[in-house]
Each structure stands twice: as structure tokens, then as C-alpha cells.
């Protein structure tokens, strides 16, 4: 028997759109309400309400349809998905069936091998179910995330393996965090993914029979179930078993997927036209519209950057990851003219302090003008990267400006002649033996000697001036 | 089994029902009717018909996205078969799990 391989895996991701209102009702969407205070007849499915499409969600599908090149139905239409479970207050899910808002995107992923695209087969809009909560013997609902805006976006099976599955999220969640319609937070179920996977011996065109993964919460988790699952799944197959078409469910805990036995017969969801609610007619002016509130595409920042700052790839890429961190940047580049000093700033200290705070770009406790302004005293030699290093935590801890701190602590750079040509011939004189391998020709040791004198500032020197003086008079 | 007992049997499945014996009976007769006549429909010719979802030519209603208030839990919930001061309370929804 081939052992040889090869996964094959679609995603299906539900993204939570971040209008004020519920997607039929006016009900507030608010994440941490009060259980079943966000509630009211429509959104219950009382007898008798009529429900009203929001505009905001017709607007954000449209604008996530052109971020990634999809292709929009001029005519769609909601339908209704039959089924019961207890977080499902109608009986049944207004959803889109056979007239998605758009079909045939794509997005592309940086993989070991160079540029992939994947597919995306549809995108769908519909509206989210309650939450249950599971307690002694009955279980709890509570209907605020009934009727809040999702849309669904589902993968053709282009992936082909777990890293690439990770790559394919983390570039959605791009876009979509670029785009602005969703908070795009895994903690709060804002975004939620399931995985389609199967296997096939290598060369081999038909698909192997595949089994479905939910409760994955990170994007880490579904790496990992998908690396469980694919193992498990070649495992039956060497030994002669057969796979068999069932959801499964991921256990963090044990890292593995388990079976979900179902009591329902086979999924009958009788799917009709909803009656209630009109058709959605996207028009040329609906799409213009949306066209020009489009941000720029994440890896057209990522060019330009590269481009107009000068910045390696690398810079490039880590800097336009999110939205906030590329605005963070080009404010900073207003103030300061040192485009990779504020890279290599950025992707140092700046970056340890947000994550140890867990916080974005938008919550950096200093300003991008204010980091800039730090950049600057070292740009201009009034105090040295040393220096620098001991103002920013500073900073971040009192939100005073560098030249405050600097100003407070007498910090300032010496830079005077006179005062550093006293410290360099006091360092000279200590060290003769090094004065005589440079005059050797052992250049190397320059930089030991302007070590040294830095250390006699307690790095307040002006390291350009030493190395100037120094220079100078050791010719 | 005739065409319309199963049909009652998969939608008492489907909707959670419990349907006795005398219902199923009188339900597949009446559900046999119901049948009948659609299939009379079927008689039509509308092959050159397009599918209809809705009669009228009007589209994109839509509302502003600005938040209304919603209704007292108080209100509701009363009305609900079980609940407790915050939630509907419903039989257990256990997913079972097995080891494979």
C-alpha cells in the first residue's frame, strides 16, 4: 500500500461583523451585556414580527467581497435553514443558500515554496445563534447573540497542510482586520473556524472521505487538530480501516479530535426562499461606494513600504501585520526621517511593551509623535541609543516625552570638545598598550577605546563626537 | 410503509416530536390528501416559468444600523416555559463524546 499522503483540507470561517445593531432587529450587538438583555420579538422570532435587513451588513459583505476578488451576485437572496437546538429561538436560521452575496475569491499565502493561492469558494451572510451554557443537569440560554451579523467564508480544498491552514487564517483575519467590519477576536468568538480534512495516497485526483473538526478557538488549535487528525486518519488507513464521514470535535486539553456522536438523522435543513425579507440587489453604485471606502490591500502596504520607506521585506511585513501597527508607523515617519531606526525600534522595544501589556498599536502607551521625538535626540546626537534604550520604559511608564525626561535626569548628552577630549586622553593613557596595537595598524581596537570612554560618561558622551575625536587624535 | 407514514416518521424526528401510534395513522391519511393534490399541481406545465421567491419587484429594504432599546428580560423571560431570573432554562444539551 502507497503510505505517501497528501492532506486535503478546506476551511469554514464565521466572522462576526461589528455593526451597532443585530442583523434583522435593532437589538445592541455589545459583547458582555447582561444575559438576555439584548433581546426583543424579532430577534426571538416571535409570531408576527417582521425582520429588516441591516444596510451596515450588506455594506461590509460587499466591501469583504472586493478585498478578496470576489465575484458578487447581482441578485441575492436569504433563505431559511431548518433545524432545532435550544440556541435557535425560530426553528430555523436566516442564512443564503444557493444566492450567496459572492462566490469565487481568493487570497493568497507566503509559503516555504513561494506564493499560494487558495481558493474561496463562498461567502454568505446569515445571522449568528444563541449562546448555551451548561449547567447541573439543564442547560442555560442566553439569546444576546441571537440574530448578530456573521458572515460565513468558506475554502475551496486548495490547503494541504496544517501550516498552510494557519498561513490561509492568518492572512483572512488580515483582511478582514484591514477591512474593518469585524473585531476579529478568537477570546470572544468575534471569528470561529471549522475544518474540513481528508486524505489521499499521493497523485491521486478524487478526494478520500473527510471529517469535519469544530470548537477550534485559535488559530493554534487548528494546526494542532489538524495535525492529530491527518496522523489519525493515515493510522486507519495503514492499518486497513476505512474513514468515516463525521464531525469531530478538538479536545485542547488532550490535543486530539473526538467523535461527536449525533442522535439527529442525517442534516435536513429543508431550505426555502425566507419569505419575509426581499431580495438583495447589489447595484454598480452599491459597489463603487464600497470600492472607494476600501482600505489599501495588506500586501499592497506591505510593497509600498518596502518601496517608499526603504525597508527589507521582513520590516515590511511585521509592520503592515495588522492595520494599526502600519498607521503607528507612518505617523512615526512624519516626525522622524530614520525609516529603519523607527523599523528596528518598532520591532523591538516598541513590540515587547504591547505584548507584554497585550495590547494593539492603538493602546501604545506612547505616541507615535512621541517616539519619534525619541528617535530624534538620537538622530541628532543629544543622547545615544544607550540611552535611548533607558528613557523609552520610561516613557511608557509616565507618558512624558524623551525631551521631559531627558530634561528631568540630566541625561543629556555631553557633547562638548573640550570635556570629551579630557575623557578620551585619560582613556588613551590607561590603555598605551592598545594605543600602540592601533598605531599597528590593529584597527579593531578602536572601538574598544571609544568603549571604553562611553563607559567614563556612564554613556552620556556623544558617541559620534568620540569617535570623531578619537579618530583625530590617535592620526 | 406507505410514502406518507415515513414522511411522518422523519418529521417527528426532525421537529423532536413524540407522535403515538393513533396520530401517526390519522396524520399519514391526512398527510396523503395534502400529497395528492400537490401532485395535482404537478400536472402544470412550468417548465418555462421561472422560479419565484417573492411577487412583488422590490428590493434591498434595508434599516439604518442604529440601536433601538430591547425589551425587559423581565417580560420575556416570564413567558418562557423554565427560566430562572437571567436565562431560559432548557432541557440538557450534552454533545457525547467517544473515544476513537
Not at chain 1, 441591516?54 to 436569504?78: G, P, Q
Not at chain 1, 526603504?310 to 508607523?329: F, I, M, Q
Not at chain 1, 585619560?426 to 590603555?431: D, I
Not at chain 2, 401517526?24 to 395535482?40: A, N, P, T, Y
Amino acid at each position: 500500500m502507497n503510505t505517501d499522503f497528501e492532506p486535503v483540507i478546506g476551511l469554514e470561517v464565521h466572522v462576526q461583523l461589528n455593526t451597532k445593531t443585530k442583523i434583522f432587529c435593532g437589538c445592541s450587538t455589545k459583547f458582555g451585556l447582561l444575559p438576555n438583555t439584548s433581546i426583543c420579538p424579532v430577534c426571538l422570532g416571535y409570531p408576527g414580527v417582521l425582520p429588516v435587513m441591516n444596510e451596515e451588513v450588506v455594506r461590509s459583505a460587499v466591501k469583504v467581497c472586493l478585498m478578496m476578488d470576489f465575484m458578487i451576485n447581482t441578485y441575492s437572496r436569504m433563505d431559511r435553514k431548518n433545524y432545532f437546538y435550544p440556541d435557535l429561538p425560530k426553528g430555523y436560521q436566516i442564512s443564503q443558500f444557493d444566492n450567496p452575496i459572492g462566490v469565487k475569491g481568493k487570497l493568497s499565502i507566503d509559503t516555504d515554496e513561494g506564493k499560494k493561492e487558495i481558493g474561496i469558494t463562498r461567502i454568505h451572510i446569515e445571522e449568528d445563534a444563541g449562546k448555551l451554557i451548561h449547567g447541573d443537569g439543564v442547560s442555560y440560554v442566553d439569546f444576546n447573540r441571537t440574530g448578530v451579523p456573521l458572515l460565513e467564508i468558506v475554502s475551496e480544498p486548495d490547503i494541504r497542510s496544517s501550516k498552510e491552514a494557519y498561513l490561509y487564517l492568518k492572512k483572512l483575519k488580515q483582511i478582514l482586520e484591514y477591512t474593518k467590519i469585524s473585531d476579529c477576536n478568537m477570546e470572544e468568538g468575534s471569528l470561529r473556524c471549522d475544518a474540513n480534512v481528508s486524505i489521499r495516497p499521493k497523485g491521486q485526483a478524487q478526494f478520500g472521505t473527510k471529517t469535519e473538526i469544530k470548537n477550534l478557538n485559535s488559530f493554534k488549535f487548528v494546526q494542532k487538530a489538524l495535525d492529530y487528525e491527518i496522523e489519525r486518519q493515515m493510522n486507519v488507513l495503514k492499518e486497513g480501516g476505512t474513514i468515516s464521514q463525521e464531525t469531530r470535535l478538538f479536545d485542547s486539553g488532550t490535543g486530539k479530535t473526538k467523535t461527536m456522536r449525533s442522535k439527529e438523522e442525517a442534516h435536513d435543513y429543508h431550505y426555502f426562499p425566507e419569505p419575509d425579507l426581499l431580495p438583495i440587489m447589489v447595484s454598480e453604485g452599491m459597489i463603487k461606494e464600497a470600492t472607494f471606502s476600501l482600505p489599501e490591500k495588506p500586501d499592497d502596504k506591505c510593497a509600498r513600504f518596502e518601496k517608499q520607506y526603504g525597508l527589507p521585506a521582513y520590516d515590511a511585513s511585521v509592520l503592515t501585520a495588522d492595520p494599526s501597527t502600519a498607521d503607528y508607523y507612518e505617523e512615526c515617519a512624519k516626525f522622524c526621517s530614520n525609516y529603519k531606526m523607527i523599523s528596528n525600534w518598532m520591532m523591538g522595544e516598541w513590540l515587547r511593551e504591547l505584548n507584554e501589556r497585550s495590547v494593539s498599536a492603538v493602546d501604545s502607551p506612547v505616541l507615535a509623535k512621541d517616539l519619534a521625538g525619541l528617535l530624534n535626540m538620537i538622530e541628532n546626537g543629544k543622547i545615544s541609543g544607550k540611552i535611548a534604550k533607558e528613557i523609552f520604559p520610561e516613557m511608557v511608564k509616565t507618558g512624558k516625552t524623551a525631551e521631559q525626561i531627558v530634561q528631568e535626569k540630566g541625561l543629556t548628552v555631553i557633547s562638548d570638545t573640550g570635556a570629551i577630549e579630557t575623557m578620551i586622553k585619560e582613556v588613551l593613557g590607561k590603555n598605551e598598550k592598545s594605543v600602540q596595537d592601533y598605531k599597528n595598524g590593529k584597527k579593531g581596537v578602536l572601538g574598544f577605546l571609544i568603549g571604553q570612554v562611553m563607559k567614563a560618561s556612564k554613556g552620556k558622551a556623544d558617541p559620534k563626537k568620540v569617535n570623531e575625536l578619537m579618530e583625530k587624535i590617535l592620526s | 410503509m406507505s410514502d406518507s407514514k415515513q414522511i411522518v416518521n422523519h418529521v417527528e424526528k426532525l421537529a423532536l416530536l413524540e407522535i403515538s401510534p393513533e396520530e401517526k395513522d390519522r396524520f399519514s391519511e391526512q398527510i396523503g390528501k395534502i400529497l395528492k393534490f400537490v401532485e395535482k399541481l404537478n400536472e402544470l406545465d412550468t417548465t418555462k416559468i421561472k422560479p419565484t421567491s417573492h411577487i412583488l419587484p422590490v428590493q434591498n429594504v434595508t434599516r439604518r444600523d442604529s440601536p433601538v432599546p430591547s425589551i425587559s428580560r423581565e417580560n420575556v423571560i416570564k413567558l418562557a416555559p423554565e427560566a430562572n431570573n437571567e436565562f431560559y432554562i432548557v432541557p440538557p444539551v450534552i454533545q457525547e463524546f467517544q473515544e476513537a
